[in-house]
């Protein structure tokens, strides 16, 4: 399996089988990615999360060969056997296991039960078969169609030529859909190999809810020779089962897995778009030093305002009314000196957007808007209420808004990562897959950036290698009992926080203004020693390896460097851009806001994000969520509300 691996990967064994031993003994991801490069050869993170999700699937191939190997221990033959034991898929496996798995009655079994097999032997022989009756001959007919239709050779060549050749075929069915959303895919056809993800997901919405029907189309020429290949039928009675059981069983069967194929391809892509956007989103640049004023519009129930200190704090709460008197702004900004309002992207944004940039105008304050996607959940969630107990639900959504502008990182993993907006068809994926890959990109994230021990919240400290949801509520209380950690060896004092954890997280934590300078670095304390010898010398030789003294001078140098800092910081704006205002050829800031298959939607900062198509950008570019960019309008359509852009 460790070969296999290797081969599939295209990694050495030295580096594949010493990594795989460090995921079996429970060291976690990021933990073996920044601290045990010597072990690993240097892998990156991507690497071994690669590596350990296809040491899941060859471990799972396995244990369901040896189930298979186990069942039919009493029918295996020699050449069965290594059958079973060199597939390398588990299609493969399962194309092997079809004829000998249990079925429900069909109608081939019944012309078994019948006596009927001689009969279909001499069919298949093209031997005499004497008079048998129109039903013993249907009955064993029957019998050859199934066996071809359950032929693994068969069926694997079947599928390869569906699809290398075949075709996906859309029509409209009688489900409603007012507003003509599948309106694209009513008279569809396109080839297998040429549909992207964003198309697949679409036409199985638009097939679950019925308002799509959708066939495999396969040229007779790409089933009719993989078939006469191995049944070779010359007598008109076999070549009349052959045929039944290609139309009737075999591609009825080949359909329904290409199609879930296709499915499992999209929802890896589009789990993996989802990933990426989130990993930017989760990078933007803090804005630190900043008083903010939280702004979530509001029509019918007002602004929500909160003013939160460059510490997160919250200083000041109210409501404004965009219809009433507008003192409220002003009033707030000149007592708690705001030098910064984030404005939710809501209902109401663009007039609250109007109203902020008329009212800071000549002043040095500016203004960003900000995705609000999640804000509502994290207000009614029990975090909330524990972070915010005096506040009102409503009023705790705008302290979520000032706080994003402070620390993305910080405030986002409050957040169930698929209430963020930043997917593609999210409600369609596989949701234990989905959560799995958030999960992942926050752990990456959080670890790659470091965590303050003293200020972090529960729900920023389970995210943390080693650490989880449990033992981050342990560490809050005891912080809350006995106050700041002084340094990280007082983290062996939290009850339940045992060696392994403290050898897991201890370098994703820091302690800033501590007894231990270096606890405010990402040096792991089982190097300590030898960042001091460093300190010293750092010419001299060392019993360290190459990747953890490269580490360590760097950490040295730079001690508890935020990756975050090196990316361009958001766009603060003092001016609104209008609709009015774009005409083609224009030339714009933007921020990403999200990133498809099929391009990118630009946040311009006005009503509507513009579309950046794939085909404006140049081949093999990828924008990231968070990302600015420089953009030209290419068209507008006022009356659909569509901008069309491509970079500058």
């Keep these: 399996m460790i070969e296999q691996l290797a081969q599939r990967l295209q990694i050495p064994i030295h580096q594949v089988e010493p990594t795989v031993k460090l995921l079996e003994e429970g060291n976690t991801l990021p933990f073996i990615a920044r601290y045990r490069k010597e072990v690993t050869g240097g892998l990156d993170e991507e690497q071994i999360r690669k590596l350990e999700a296809e040491w899941k699937s060859l471990k799972n191939l396995e244990e369901r060969r040896q189930t298979i190997l186990e069942t039919l221990k009493d029918q295996l033959t020699p050449e069965l056997r290594k059958k079973f034991e060199t597939a390398q898929t588990l299609t493969a496996l399962e194309d092997l296991y079809l004829p000998y798995r249990p079925k429900r009655k069909t109608r081939a079994t019944i012309a078994r039960e019948k006596g009927l097999e001689p009969l279909a032997r001499l069919i298949q022989r093209h031997a005499p078969i004497g008079n048998p009756t129109p039903e013993e001959l249907a009955g064993a007919q029957d019998i050859l169609a199934e066996e071809m239709a359950e032929n693994p050779e068969i069926r694997s060549a079947v599928r390869d030529k569906a699809l290398r050749f075949g075709k996906l075929k859309s029509k409209r069915a009688k489900g409603e859909d007012e507003k003509q959303v599948y309106a694209h895919y009513y008279q569809f056809e396109q080839p297998l190999a040429g549909l992207k993800a964003h198309q697949i997901l679409a036409l199985d919405r638009g097939e679950k809810e019925k308002v799509l029907s959708l066939d495999l189309v396969l040229d007779e020429r790409d089933w009719r020779q993989p078939v006469w290949n191995v049944c070779k039928p010359r007598n008109a009675q076999y070549q009349e089962a052959i045929e039944d059981g290609v139309k ?17 391809y999209a929802q890896r892509e589009a789990i993996a778009s989802f990933a990426t956007n989130l990993r930017g989103l989760l990078t933007i640049p803090p804005l630190n030093g900043y008083t903010v004023l939280g702004l979530d519009p509001g029509f019918r ?36 000196q705001v030098n910064l309002i984030a404005i939710g992207n809501g209902t109401a944004s663009r007039e609250s957007e109007q109203l902020v940039a008329d009212f800071i105008k000549g002043s040095d304050i ?39 502008v402070q620390d993305p990182l910080a405030e986002l993993v409050k957040i169930e990562p698929k209430s963020i907006g930043v997917g593609m068809y999210q409600h369609d994926l596989e949701e234990k897959e989905l959560d799995g890959a958030l999960a992942g990109t926050i752990e990456s994230v959080v670890n790659q950036v470091g965590v303050d021990l003293n200020t972090a ?28 950690f002084k340094n990280r060896a007082q983290l062996r004092k939290v009850a339940s926080f045992g060696p392994k954890a403290f050898e897991q997280s201890a370098g994703f934590l820091r302690v800033r203004g501590g007894d231990e300078p270096l606890d ?58 209008s609709l009015e205002d774009l005409v083609p050829g224009m030339v714009l800031h933007g921020t990403v806001r999200n990133v498809v ?12 994000d513009g579309l950046l198509h794939r085909s404006q950008m140049p081949r093999g570019q990828r924008l990231s969520v968070g990302q600015v960019v420089e953009v030209e309008v290419l068209e507008f359509d006022r009356q659909r509300g569509r901008i069309s852009l491509k970079l500058a």
Excluded at 307 to 332: E, F, I, M, S, W
Excluded at 369 to 391: K, Q, T
Excluded at 546 to 553: A, Y
Excluded at 597 to 603: I, L, N, T
């Design 457 to 484: 919240s529960p729900a920023l400290l389970s995210h943390v290698a080693g650490i989880g949801p449990k033992l981050a509520e342990k560490v809050v209380a005891h912080r809350n009992q006995h106050g700041a």
């Design 366 to 404: 500016k203004y960003m808007m900000v995705s609000e996607a999640g804000a509502s959940v994290y207000s009614a969630s029990p975090l909330a209420r524990a972070e915010l107990p005096d506040l009102d639900v409503s009023l705790r959504g705008a302290v979520s808004i000032a706080r994003r």
């Design 248 to 264: 009737r069983l075999l591609l009825p069967a080949i359909e329904r897995d290409v199609r879930r194929e296709l499915t499992e």
């Design 597 to 608: 298959d099929f391009g990118a939607f630009v946040d311009l900062g006005v009503k509507q």
């Design 520 to 577: 405010a670095s990402a040096i792991h304390p089982e190097s300590y020693a030898i960042a001091r010898a460093l300190l010293k010398n750092p010419d001299q030789q060392l019993e360290v390896g190459e990747f953890t003294r490269r580490d360590i001078l760097e950490q040295l140098k730079r001690p508890g460097r935020d990756p975050r800092e090196d990316l361009p910081p958001p766009i603060l704006r003092s001016d609104v851009v």
């Design 301 to 336: 129930t007002g602004c929500k305002l909160a003013v939160v200190d460059p510490t997160g704090k919250v200083l000041a709460t109210d409501v404004l009314y965009l219809h009433q008197t507008r003192d409220t702004l002003p009033r707030l900004c000149q007592k708690y």
